[in-house]
Each structure stands twice: as C-alpha cells, then as structure tokens.
C-alpha cells in the first residue's frame, strides 16, 4: 500500500506500484506457456537527446491496454520494448563534441527508460535490446550474409545524394527541397560504389501478400503504389547511326507507338555522352549539371513546368520507320524502367506539355468513343492514324502491336515496377560494419576452396583504377565484426567513411579456414592459409537493425541463433504492431523483404512479419498546429506527468478520440479526465482513509446499477479488443456516475469495475485493488464476465448535435443522464471531432432524442 492519505495521492501511488511491478516482474513473458499467446508490439524509438515527445506514449499506452487486459483474460503476453539507436544524429553529435556516439546514446537510452517506465507500461524489461550491441547486431550482420551469399546483395555505382558538408551519402528520405534533412546543407548528385540489396527479386511477393494480412486499406495502398506494377513492353528503337546501337524504353501501352514523335533519355543515361553531338555538347553538360541538383520529387512534379535539351541524334520509330528525335529531359528518371521513354504527346500529360513547350509534333493515335478531339486524352478509346490497326480498340491492338513486335525481334510483353533496389551503403561511422573483406582473384579463389559454402560461387566484384576487388563474405566465427575507436567521427571526404582512416582495422590478415583475423600491420602469421584483406569501410543504414528486431524480442539472449526454432514456432510473428504512420512504405517494405529471405531460409515459420497493423493519430498542439519547439506548443510528458499524473495522461490520451484520428491537446479536458479519476478514488475511499461504508459485501444495489456494470463489462472488452479505447472510457465514466448515485455498492460490483480500469489506470487500480482486502496484484485477477440477462433492455437512440447539426447517434440507456449523454456525445467518433479541444458553452438536452452541444467557434 503507497500511502493511508485519504487523497488520490498520485505522486506517492505510481512510483510505488511500478517499483512493486519491477521487483515481482510483474510482466515477465514465458517462452512454451501452456496458455495461448499474444505478441503485442510498438514501433521501437529512437532514442534521441530531447527525449520523449508526447506522440510516443500514445501508440504505447494503447498497446499496454491491450497487454494488460489479455494477461487477465488468461493469455501469455509478450509486450517488449527496445532502441533503434544507430543513425545519422548521433554522430552528428559525435562530430561537434567529439564524443564517442556510443556514449550519447547510452545517456539518450537511460532518459527513455526512466521515462518509459514513469508511464507505467507493462514491457518486459528482460528482453530489452539494443541494435548498438554486438550481441544484437551480430544477427544484423549475419542475415547481411545470408542476403550476400543468395545473390541478394551486390556492389554497384549509383548516382547518390551526397552533402558535401556532412561529407556522406544520404537517402532519399533524408534530402528535403535539395537540402539534407540534418542541418539543412545543400547536397549534389555523386556517382559512388553502394552496396546494393536485389528487393526488387521480390517485388511480385511483396505485392500479392498484401491481401494476406490485416493492414489499413491506405497503407497497402500506399506500399502498391512504391512497388507499382505496370504490365507493358520493352521496345527497342534503332539508333539513326547504326553503330549506337539501339534503345530500349518500357511502356504501358504500345498501343500508342505510332504517336510517337520524340523521344526522351534520363540526364544519366549511360547513353547520353554517345548520343550527344558536338554541337550539343555544351548545351547538354550544363543541362546534366542543373538536373543533378534536384531531387526526383521536384524532377517528376507535375506542377513545374517541364525543360530539356536535344541530344542532336535520332532514332527509327520500330512500327512506321518514321526517324524521332531524342531529348533528354530531367522529367524522365534513370530509376523507373529504363531510363529512356517513347513521348506519345497527344496521350499524356508531362509529354504534352514538353511538346507545346519545344515545338514538337503531336499525333492523335486514340480516338474517344464520345467524339470529343482534347489533347491529350488520356482516356479508353479506339486506334486512329495508326495504318493497319485503325479501328481497332486500344486494348486489342496493344496485344497485337506487341505481338508484331516480338514477331520482329524489337519488342516484348514484360512487367515493370516502380521499386528499385535497394542502396544500402552509409558513408558514416555509426552503423553495422559490413561483415565483407575485399581480396584480389587468386585470394578469393582459395577462399572459395576453402569454404565453399560460404562464398557464392558468383563473385561480387568492383573495379578501381583498372583493379578489380572481389568481395569476401566473413566467416560466421568472425562476427560481431565491431567498430574500431576512430580519432575523428568525419567521413573521409572520398566518399568512404571514417573506418577508411582506421588502418590497422582496416588492412588485415584474414585465416578463411577459421574465421581468425589479425592487423596487416604485423607480420604475416604462419602458415599457408592465411589472405591480405581488406575491410569494408562502408556502413549499414539504421534500417538494417529495424528489419528483424521483432524476432530477436522471442529470445533476445540466445548466442546461437536470431532466436530458437521453439520460441519462433510459439510465438511466430506480432499479433499486432502499432505504430506512425509515416513508416507504412519504407520501414515496413524493407523489413517484409527481410523476412521473406528469412522464410525462404527456413528461419521462420510465416511469409509475413506483420500480419495485423494499426497506425496511431498524430496529437496536435493546443492550437491545433503540429507540434515543434519554435511554435512553442510543444507538450512534455514528464511535465504532465508531475502535475496530473501517469495515470490522468494515459486515460487523457486515449479519451481524445478515436486512436487513429489527428486530435488537438487540450489542458481543459485533462482536467475532466482527472477529475473522473478522483472521484473513483472517493467512490472507494472516505473521507477517513479507510474504505467507503457504502460499499459491503452484502450490499444490495439497484438492478439498473447491475445493468450498467455488466453492459461496461461488455462495451469495455469488445472496444479494447478494437482499439476503440475513447468509447470505453465513456462508457466508464457512465458506469462510475451510476456507483456514485448509487446509496450502495457492493464489493463484488466495485471490484469488477476496477478490473475494468485496471489496463487504462493501473497504479490507481492496484491501489485501490490492495485497499479493498484484495492480495496484490490486481494483474492475477481474470478478467471479469457479463451476464447477457442483466443487460440493459430498454434503449433509445440519442441523436448528436453539435452547434445544431446533425454529427452522429448511437443507442443508450433509457433515462440516461445528461452528464452521460455529454460522455457519450464527447467519445464518438463522428462527434469527438468537432468537439475536442474547443470550450463548451452550453448542452441542449431532450432525453432519449436529441442532445444538442453549443461550442465556441
């Protein structure tokens, strides 16, 4: 027991109980329960020096709901909690204080925890990890391994962002408007040596398994459209100098070829130098120069107006002979099918408005049935000025061009995808060393000898100053291949890390045969197996630890394995992953890819990683603008903590609104919720400290307040299981009005109640659980059950006004008071819109019709 104060006495009750939790490991998951599981995860944050921001308790108190509430109906819960702390930030910190990464993020990583704990969740603190730590990020660089030695990972030169000023490579996410995200210095295209991950080997995969899991519609959509599957055909167009060779474009409809008037090639098309003329020259460079400096965004922006330069060659229209000019224009990207395109102006929009801008023909080849001519129609129609085809539907004749063409050797149907592989090189410090060791020929050959299930028998190679590299994959006896001390954090300049200065890591002796390793600045040892190697500089990006880390929180400490096949076959993947939404591409593409290589390995049991997922809202300010320092409407957890209490903000923060909504803070509605919490505490506590005498055990209380408790039981357990956790606190709230008026209450009736509140308020409720005579914890208690014959059957349906317009309705309790139908109004989710965050003036109220609220404006 915290305290015999008579007070709700936040501030003595929540340390108590979470210390209680912490000594008796309270939430300590058992791997092989006999009792069914339930695999319950956050996105894991990073942990940055400003520490918790308010949106992160949002996602995580809905999920500890959860995970407190299945533990009392009889369930193993696994709910861990982890830091995803390699990154860009941390040594940017590094390189301005001169301060080890590691050191900051440990000192970031105890903020977070302290912070995380003081909001009570039930996280199993026994399966923490880290991707820092060698033990974890030994997993990171093995599964690296397994994607190397199936062909999955490759070196190549790719144009990259590079900063000059932070002397990296960046990825697209990290370059705004041409400026890096961190800092906001300006950045150029560079061509570099990256690793590079074939997910494009995946792409059908990961398309067609999104019908199997439980996702947002928006989402999925959103991941479609990343992959984006087109089918079409690869044409090849002859080149007007033979000797050029031939281009080849993608395109969705081929039934469009006969308007082709121009053509268009990437600025970095591998052909353009060739292309070129001399009497174009100049004007081309200076045009490749002003395309490199802007991101493919602004480069595809329908709304900008479109440029380019002619290359002074031409090619031959494969269908008519017709000899087409070639452009080369910045609104065509090297990453999307070939690079090169067949401009059918009059049929699309961006070749259109080139066309108009340069003077360039334009054909109608597709007809609209309705009769209207506007240019360009980008609609269904049939074939004109097309010769042969005339007449034809647009659907039939893209069937027999591609046909005609194939016939000819110039065209074939295909599938193409927007994804591209994935780059997955950082020119930085602070992330996973590759597990990769260059050798010349004759090294990798021995090696390849030696160990020849390590080394895949297609090489991965580069070529440098007319030498060619090959890579060497370390031997699994070799990792964790952790990072050296280096005297400075700064990328060499080169475009290789900080690991290129480090020469005795660097440079090694490398014994294939047993995985041993030692700097090449000592003698070479004995013996004929050993190699002169050397070490990858390149680092991995934060991503790779992201991709798996929900496996490893099944058996975080086994040295043997990512986790045993038994703790995979029993827990399998989460049965629910809750985070922002502005992971649902990338994050959770890459780490579907990861697990798919997985499964394909037979290291896990499931084709997919997430099979249920759930994006929180986004909490605005009390002005109803995002959040940041410079609005200064920034809300601090610890801060509402100190004066409201962990329990008043968990509760506050799923009353808001609907989970998934975008909903304003708002320190006036904070105050309701906590007065909610008080008056429970009165309701079990009098004003002498000791239990309420209006609750007995033999009380008899009236049959509407039985109604009431086992509808909330009902509406309780079935929103948590929905995640609608705003209409069951409501309904909460409506049950605790009805104990209030009620002149007894019995102790079964306020128990079971508490039970109720316990997932959403747990210190409180284990208070007030211990105060009642129960043992602790209020965690051992089943979840308590509804009587379908005590529920209420007399209802009506109360129609929502807000300002006099009609936002909603729902079905109530005959004789509902108003103060209920005001919580009932507030928590739905067509009303709690247009009302959260703004001051109620006045409440019209016609019982068991119409509930009018008058708000500001």
């Known amino acids: 027991m915290a305290t015999s104060s008579t007070d709700y006495n936040f501030q003595e009750i929540e340390p108590h ?6 000594q008796h490991r309270s939430f300590r998951a058992e791997n092989g329960s006999s009792k069914p599981k339930f695999y319950v995860l956050d996105m894991f944050p990073y942990p940055s020096g400003a520490g918790l921001h308010i949106g992160h308790p949002e996602g995580y108190t809905a999920t500890d709901i959860l995970a407190r509430a299945k533990r ?60 820092t730590d060698p033990k974890y990020f030994r997993w990171t660089q093995w599964i690296f391994l397994q994607l190397f030695k199936r062909g999955l990972a490759y070196v190549d030169e790719r144009p990259v962002w590079w900063c000059p000023e932070l002397r990296t490579v960046l990825a697209n996410e990290e370059v705004v408007d041409g400026k890096s995200e961190v800092g906001g210095f300006p950045v150029e295209r560079r061509n570099l040596r990256q690793w590079v991950l074939r997910i494009t080997a995946y792409a059908e995969r990961l398309l067609a398994d999104l019908k199997t899991v439980n996702w947002p519609e928006s989402t999925k959509r959103m991941q479609e459209a990343w992959i984006g599957r087109s089918e079409g055909a690869e044409l090849l167009f002859e080149l007007e100098h033979k000797s050029l060779g031939q281009l080849k474009v993608f395109t969705t409809r081929p039934d469009t070829l006969f308007g082709c008037t121009y053509m268009v090639v990437a600025p970095e098309h591998p052909l353009v130098a060739r292309l070129t003329t001399p009497d174009h020259r100049a004007a081309v460079e200076a045009y490749k120069k002003k395309a490199a400096a802007k991101s493919d965004l602004e480069r595809t922006d329908l709304a900008k107006g479109k440029s380019g330069v002619f290359s002074g060659s031409y090619a031959i229209n494969p269908i008519n002979g017709e000899r087409v ?28 408005e080139f066309a108009q801008q340069y003077d360039l023909p334009i054909t109608r080849v597709i007809a609209n049935d309705d009769g209207g001519d506007r240019l360009p129609f980008t609609g269904d129609g049939h074939l004109v000025n097309s010769g042969p085809y005339d007449g034809l539907r647009w659907e039939e004749a893209k069937k027999r061009i591609t046909a005609e063409l194939a016939q000819r050797g110039v065209g074939q149907a295909t599938v193409n995808y927007k994804l591209r592989d994935w780059l997955f090189s950082r020119q930085r410090y602070w992330g996973e060393p590759f597990p990769v ?90 013996g004929d197996t050993w190699i002169r190697a050397r070490r990858e500089t390149n680092t991995m990006p934060q991503w790779a630890g992201s991709c798996w ?126 007065r909610f919490l008080q008056k429970v505490w009165r309701e079990c506590i009098g004003p002498d400290g000791k239990v309420n005498p209006k609750i007995s055990a033999q009380a008899a209380e009236p049959a509407e307040v039985i109604k009431v408790l086992h509808e909330t039981i009902k509406k309780v357990g079935e929103d948590i299981e929905a995640l609608r956790f705003n209409t069951a606190i409501s309904q909460m709230m409506i049950c605790a009005n009805a104990l209030q008026k009620s002149p007894q209450v019995s102790r079964s009736t306020m128990l079971s109640f508490l039970q109720l509140l316990a997932p959403f308020a747990p210190h409180l409720a284990e208070e007030l659980w211990q105060r009642l005579g129960e043992s602790p914890s209020i965690q051992a ?76 404006n």
Do not use: C
Request: hydrophobic residues 40%.
């Open 17 to 22: 109980w979470q210390s209680f939790w912490e």
């Open 72 to 131: 009392a109906q009889g369930f193993n819960v696994l709910h861990p909690i982890g830091w995803d702390a390699f990154g860009l930030p941390a040594e940017q910190h590094a390189v301005k204080t001169g301060t080890h990464p590691a050191t900051n993020t440990q000192n970031n990583i105890t903020n977070f925890r302290r912070q995380i704990k003081a909001l009570g969740f039930s996280y199993d603190w026994e399966r923490e990890i880290d991707t």
């Open 325 to 352: 000019p070639i452009w080369i224009a910045d609104y065509v990207l090297m990453g999307y099918g070939t690079g090169a395109i067949m401009a059918v102006p009059a049929h699309d929009e961006r070749d259109y």
């Open 437 to 526: 060791a260059w050798v010349d020929e004759a090294d990798y050959r021995r090696a390849a000898a030696a160990r020849p299930a390590d080394v895949p028998p297609n090489p991965v190679t580069f070529t440098s100053n007319g030498v060619t590299h090959y890579a060497l994959p370390l031997p699994a006896a070799a990792l964790p291949l952790e990072l050296p001390d280096v005297q400075s954090y700064l990328p060499s300049g080169n475009g290789e890390s900080p690991l290129a200065n480090v020469t005795d890591w660097l440079e090694i002796w490398l014994d294939y045969t047993n995985g041993a390793a030692v700097p090449a600045s000592q003698p070479r040892p004995a």
């Open 549 to 674: 880390y929900y496996l490893r929180f099944l058996d975080p400490k086994n040295p043997d394995a990512i986790a045993s096949p038994e703790a995979l076959r029993y827990w399998g993947v989460p049965d629910l992953y809750v985070g922002g939404a502005e992971h649902a591409v990338l994050h959770l593409l890459y780490a579907r890819f990861w697990h798919k290589v997985l499964f394909d390995l037979g290291v896990v049991p499931q084709s997919e990683p997430f099979t249920r997922l759930f994006h929180q809202g986004i909490i605005l300010g009390e002005d109803g603008e995002k959040m940041s320092k410079s609005r200064g409407n920034v809300v601090n957890p610890d801060t509402i903590i100190a004066s409201h209490g962990t329990d008043t903000l968990r509760l506050y923060l799923m009353f808001l609104g609907p989970l998934e909504a975008m909903k304003p803070w708002s320190m006036q509605q904070i105050e309701g919720v906590h």
């Open 781 to 856: 208690a089943p979840w308590p059950k509804y009587d379908a014959s005590k529920l209420a059957t007399g209802q009506v349906k109360l129609v929502f006004q807000v300002n006099g317009k009609h936002r909603g309705d729902a079905l109530v309790p005959v004789g509902l008071s108003q103060a209920d139908a005001v919580a009932a109004a507030t928590a739905h989710e067509k009303v709690a819109p247009f009302v959260t965050g703004r001051t109620v003036k006045r409440v019209v109220y016609v019982p068991g019709k119409i509930l009018n609220i008058v708000v500001d």
